[in-house]
């Protein structure tokens, strides 16, 4: 996407000021284009820090949770609305607002079955290893990204609750 990527590299040249007003003429310009909302509601929320002053930063911040309710509320994508919601439950803790984040994280669609454990299995039989790897690799990836956050989450929450520094140690 030509519009995005003009964006990015405005944002990543530092150029912050350019690309935020770039990028609110595009999101004007194309109202309906949720796709663009959530790339440009990342770059917001991803180039946030690069702002010295932090009011601009919350302003950007704040930015990207407008863009990405509007896609959680209007948007028939359920791919780009989920994604949206996952973006809100990381944002409102930001800017205090716990309840919402809860809310919207709880609206996303959770399944436990994962297909392509099978899938990879099958691939296999038929003898597509690449495939199978990629496959298998990629759930790896997932469940060890997946025991780091709630290791760290148990630490946090023994830290937090308890001070229980052994069951810290325990999770870290």
Same mark, same amino acid.
């Given at each position: 996407?030509?519009?995005?990527?003009?964006?990015?590299?405005?944002?990543s040249s530092g150029e912050l000021g350019k690309?935020?007003?770039?990028?609110?003429?595009?999101?004007?310009?194309?109202?309906?284009?949720?796709?663009? +909302?959530?790339?440009?509601?990342? #770059?917001?929320?991803?180039?946030?820090?690069? &702002? !010295?002053?932090? $009011? @601009? %930063?919350?302003?950007?911040?704040?930015?990207?949770?407008?863009?990405?309710?509007?896609?959680?509320?209007?948007?028939?994508?359920?791919?780009?609305?989920?994604?949206?919601?996952?973006?809100?439950?990381?944002?409102?803790?930001?800017?205090?607002?716990?309840?919402?984040?809860?809310?919207?994280?709880? +609206?996303?669609?959770?399944?436990? #079955?994962?297909?392509?454990?099978?899938?990879? &299995? !099958?691939?296999? $039989? @038929? %003898?597509?290893?690449?495939?199978?790897?990629?496959?298998?690799?990629?759930?790896?990836?997932?469940?060890?990204?997946?025991?780091?956050?709630?290791?760290l989450g148990l630490a946090n929450s023994y830290?937090?609750?308890?001070?229980?520094?052994?069951?810290?140690?325990?999770?870290?």
């Amino acid at each position: 996407m030509a519009l995005f990527s003009e964006c990015e590299k405005l944002f990543s040249s530092g150029e912050l000021g350019k690309a935020i007003d770039k990028s609110k003429k595009y999101i004007i310009k194309y109202p309906s284009s949720y796709y663009l +909302k959530l790339r440009i509601g990342c #770059l917001f929320t991803m180039y946030s820090w690069k &702002s !010295i002053v932090e $009011e @601009k %930063n919350m302003k950007m911040i704040k930015y990207s949770i407008k863009l990405y309710e509007d896609i959680a509320k209007n948007c028939r994508k359920i791919e780009l609305v989920e994604q949206s919601l996952f973006q809100l439950g990381a944002l409102y803790p930001l800017v205090g607002e716990e309840d919402k984040a809860i809310e919207a994280l709880n +609206k996303i669609n959770k399944s436990e #079955l994962d297909p392509n454990v099978l899938l990879a &299995s !099958i691939y296999m $039989e @038929k %003898n597509e290893l690449k495939k199978a790897r990629e496959m298998m690799q990629s759930k790896l990836y997932k469940s060890i990204n997946d025991i780091t956050f709630a290791c760290l989450g148990l630490a946090n929450s023994y830290m937090k609750d308890e001070k229980n520094l052994c069951m810290v140690e325990k999770y870290y």
